[in-house]
């Protein structure tokens, strides 16, 4: 068990538990089940970088940052190279580019996005096997979730984006761990991580917001290798007097101490998204869902509807006129009329300009509200519908439960992987790659990963 470090103010000395905690976990410490959920995160968040690999923001950072052909790290879905800390930037932000990866509520944000990008770039150019790989995954989970916890609500209330802000700390973490830190030089890479958080909100919507994922990991990996070289930090730099939690959060919980993953770890209450929209919107396009399967009704029925979620969704997913395709992804009420319509919302070619400016959806939208209530429950969403001919009905949905049945999450998985990576990859080399990542936990070393995705 950690030992019970204090800070100066008698507090937890946050940094230092977590670079103790970060140092120690190898192999041993983590249980088989955790290994299994890293191998989820990896199939998911490699087929939506695949997928993601062909926007415009992504082939304009390759264009900014691509290396030579003998360049260290591989660009997914590229065919190109790049230096480490370039990989993760430009390959985490093409994990993002879809906003379909995954998310973690108790970071408030997408938790494998900054740490996966950080932790490939660094495993292909030490050498590392896949069970190590899988290990940096399920530590750099841990440290966001922990973080996610401490700074809470009011950080994503003031306006930062936790994908950005909390995830350079897990990119750093898992980075320190497969370099082989001590507490010491860990700590360090912490404080390097804590000085170099940002991400916007009010970035929602555009190419800004991939960037975040793409910075957290560039500079989560640039922390750790820097302290690897003795490049120093504040030691407390999580907690301390205009430390990161303090000044980037109004009002903070007290860090969890000690550090107890007796009961599993965070990895294991990861959520996968399956419609390629903001992750807040899924409840009530589910709701919607369940309407049109119960009630038998369609878009030609709407006389008006009512979303009812949690205060925390406003501002966030409340896009009223999307002009882009990114913007639908944040518009609900445009998103509700979709789902009412019957389109298929993982559809990735859905979200267009063409979508966002079709006439039927944008007069629909204005027929439909989201209310906001304040609810323990932040992400439960009932829908009320009034039809044309007088009749009401209501739906309530939740997406937010963990997957128990592992078997089945990873058939669903391997499902969405198709649709959004199989076409990019084409039908061998997609094979190879699902076979890649199910044996990445007995795999000594990457190549045939590497192999299939670039």
């Not at 400016?357 to 829908?383: F, G, H, N, Q, W």
């Amino acid at each position: 068990m950690e030992k019970d470090i204090r800070a100066a103010d008698g507090g937890v000395a946050a940094t230092r538990l977590l670079a103790e905690w970060i140092s120690r976990a190898d192999d041993a410490s983590i249980t088989p089940v955790a290994f299994e959920w890293a191998k989820h995160v990896m199939l998911d968040w490699l087929a939506v970088s695949i997928a993601g690999a062909g926007d415009p923001m992504v082939l304009m950072l390759a264009e900014e940052y691509a290396g030579p052909t003998d360049a260290p790290c591989t660009l997914i879905a590229g065919g190109a190279r790049a230096r480490p800390h370039d990989a993760a930037l430009i390959n985490g932000t093409a994990g993002h580019a879809l906003d379909y990866d995954d998310v973690a509520l108790r970071m408030v944000g997408h938790p494998t996005v900054p740490v996966a990008p950080a932790a490939l770039a660094l495993a292909q150019v030490g050498g590392a096997s896949g069970r190590a790989l899988l290990r940096a995954l399920v530590i750099g989970h841990e440290v966001e979730s922990r973080l996610g916890e401490m700074v809470g609500s009011s950080h994503y209330a003031q306006g930062f984006h936790p994908t950005g802000t909390v995830g350079t700390f897990g990119a750093a973490a898992a980075c320190a761990n497969l370099r082989g830190l001590d507490s010491e030089q860990t700590a360090h890479a912490l404080g390097l991580a804590a000085t170099q958080a940002a991400g916007l909100k009010s970035m929602f919507g555009t190419m800004a917001k991939p960037l975040h994922a793409g910075k957290a990991a560039m500079n989560g990996l640039m922390a750790a290798q820097l302290a690897a070289r003795g490049f120093t930090a504040g030691h407390d730099a999580i907690e301390c007097f205009q430390g990161f939690a303090r000044t980037l959060a109004p009002r903070t919980n007290a860090f969890a101490a000690p550090i107890d993953t007796s009961r599993g770890f965070a990895i294991q209450s990861t959520l996968f998204k399956y419609h390629a929209a903001c992750y807040l919107t899924h409840s009530a396009i589910e709701a919607i869902r369940q309407l049109r399967q119960d009630c038998g009704v369609d878009l030609d029925a709407l006389e008006s509807m009512t979303i009812v979620v949690a205060g925390s969704q406003r501002g966030v997913c409340d896009i009223a006129s999307p002009q882009t395709g990114l913007n639908v992804k944040f518009s609900i009420q445009h998103l509700a009329a979709l789902a009412l319509d019957g389109a298929d919302t993982a559809d990735l070619g859905l979200y267009s300009l063409e979508t966002a400016l079709d006439a039927r959806y944008s007069e629909a939208a204005k027929r439909i509200a989201m209310e906001v209530i304040p609810a323990e429950d932040l992400d439960a969403a009932t829908v009320v519908l009034h039809t044309r001919g007088g009749e009401r009905f209501t739906r309530t949905a939740n997406v937010a439960i963990p997957a128990i049945d592992l078997p089945a999450q990873w058939t669903r998985l391997v499902a969405k992987a198709r649709s959004i990576a199989e076409p990019v990859l084409g039908i061998e080399r997609f094979g190879r790659f699902v076979d890649a990542v199910e044996s990445l936990d007995r795999a000594p070393s990457l190549q045939p990963l590497l192999e299939a995705i670039q």
